[in-house]
């Protein structure tokens, strides 16, 4: 799942939850029954969990390009020298 499909599973989940805790209300009030709006409400939640916790397609349109592991062995990584971060460090002083 790429980064804009985690916002929009993100999104709709909380979408759906309060859709679906708002029509459990309704429908438990209506009927005059807490454990019908529980059960409701419960089978809002797995509704919700199907549709947004696999890795359905339409989360993933805007897949990441990864570097590829030969052009990574040319730019080798930066290394912190720790001589400098420690003096860094006793230069701040603290009020």
């Known amino acids: 799942m790429d980064w804009q499909g985690q916002k929009r599973a993100e999104i709709l ?14 429908v438990g009030y209506t009927i005059g029954s ?3 709006m529980m059960l409701a409400y419960a089978g809002g939640v ?16 805007h897949p990441l390009k990864w570097l590829d592991p030969s052009e ?5 990584k930066p ?8 003096s860094k460090k006793k230069a701040v002083k603290h009020k």
């Open 13 to 26: 989940m909380q979408i759906m939850l309060v859709v679906s805790a708002v029509a459990a209300f309704g």
């Open 34 to 36: 807490f454990r019908t």
């Open 46 to 61: 797995v509704l919700t969990t199907l549709i947004t916790v696999p890795n359905w397609p339409f989360f993933n349109r």
């Open 72 to 76: 990574a062995e040319r730019h080798p």
């Open 79 to 86: 290394q912190v020298n720790s001589a400098a971060a420690s």
